[in-house]
């Protein structure tokens, strides 16, 4: 949580959620970090935790994404190694929207359309995707702002990564940004992580049907109309 704070949207989602996993028959443990200056720091501290757990899957959920607790049980029940949903980018694609505008979407839907997804596509990729019988898309890579993974991928990958030590604690560095060297683009730390799953055999799906709010804040500007005075 960064400054310690969580969006009225994800504290929403998150009370709803122990009922729901309850009448699926499903158990949870909450963690979470606060006011933690690096990303990937807070993230492999959790994984650290988690794995002195006896959980079987660990669920990421940034403090800024509303989510249905049942998308949750859909993603654990599709059975797969890492499985992400997609969120919009906290910025507002006009190009998108001038041509849901054109294709004549109705203002009131419009909103639907402001959005670029947290999602990078298998190489390739003309823009289409098909599923696999769960409703699955296998990606390269998605955001671990609601990403879903099994406790074998970490297991496997432990002995693959680094060690730093943090106040007298080993921590394992499953997440860590980094450039690529190919493009020479910088990887976040989620996108690194997919990378390294996919390294080692294991592979990363998105889940269309996971309907995902990002909240942020948003600067308004607005000029008067030319025929406003007259």
């Not at 980094?178 to 990378?195: H, K, M």
């Not at 390294?199 to 996971?210: C, D, L, R």
Request: glycine residues 10%; aromatic residues 12%; hydrophobic residues 45%.
């Amino acid at each position: 949580m960064y400054g310690g704070m969580a969006m009225a949207t994800y504290t929403y989602s998150l009370a709803q959620t122990p009922a729901v996993f309850i009448r699926n028959g499903l158990g949870l443990l909450y963690q979470y970090r606060m006011n933690d200056a690096l990303v990937a720091n807070a993230r492999n501290q959790l994984t650290r935790q988690f794995l002195e757990s006896e959980a079987t899957h660990l669920m990421w959920i940034d403090a800024d994404i509303g989510f249905n607790a049942l998308d949750i049980v859909g993603m654990i029940l599709a059975d797969q190694d890492v499985v992400c949903g997609m969120y919009p980018m906290k910025a507002i694609d006009w190009e998108r929207v001038a041509q849901a505008v054109n294709e004549g979407v109705p203002a009131a839907e419009l909103k639907s359309h402001v959005g670029s997804f947290v999602v990078r596509p298998m190489e390739g990729a003309d823009g289409s995707a098909s599923a696999n019988s769960d409703g699955l898309v296998e990606v390269a890579a998605g955001g671990a702002g609601f990403m879903l993974v099994k406790r074998g991928v970490f297991e496997a990958l432990s002995d693959q990564v680094s060690t730093y030590v943090v106040d007298g604690i080993a921590v394992k560095e499953f997440y860590t940004t980094g450039i690529d060297a190919e493009t020479s683009e910088l990887v976040g730390e989620d996108y690194y992580f997919c990378r390294l799953a996919r390294s080692h055999g294991f592979k990363v799906y998105v889940a269309p049907w996971v309907r995902l709010t990002h909240t942020g804040p948003y600067v308004y500007d607005s000029q008067l109309e030319p025929n406003w005075l007259t």
